[in-house]
């Protein structure tokens, strides 16, 4: 639903002079940059799993495809 010119305006002078599209942005993009933090800091953990024998080849490619997956999921509800 689109916005009207008033309530354009109030968000633009509510937020310091930022339109809604900057604010949808920045909200994305810190939600991007926690997904890839939590999907590196996942790979790691399985990895180190993975290197004290505790985990198989195989649930470091699951959760390295369960990731990327989600990952790819929020790269196409952002845009």
Do not use: E
């Amino acid at each position: 639903m689109a916005m009207s010119s008033a309530q354009n305006n109030a968000f633009s002078a509510a937020t310091g002079g930022h339109p809604p599209s900057d604010v949808s942005t920045l909200f994305a993009s810190i939600l991007l940059v926690l997904l890839l933090i939590w999907a590196a800091w996942l790979i790691g953990r399985t990895l180190s799993s993975l290197y004290r024998g505790n985990a198989k080849d195989m649930d470091l490619i699951w959760v390295g495809l369960r990731a990327s997956a989600l990952i790819a999921i929020a790269l196409w509800l952002v845009n």
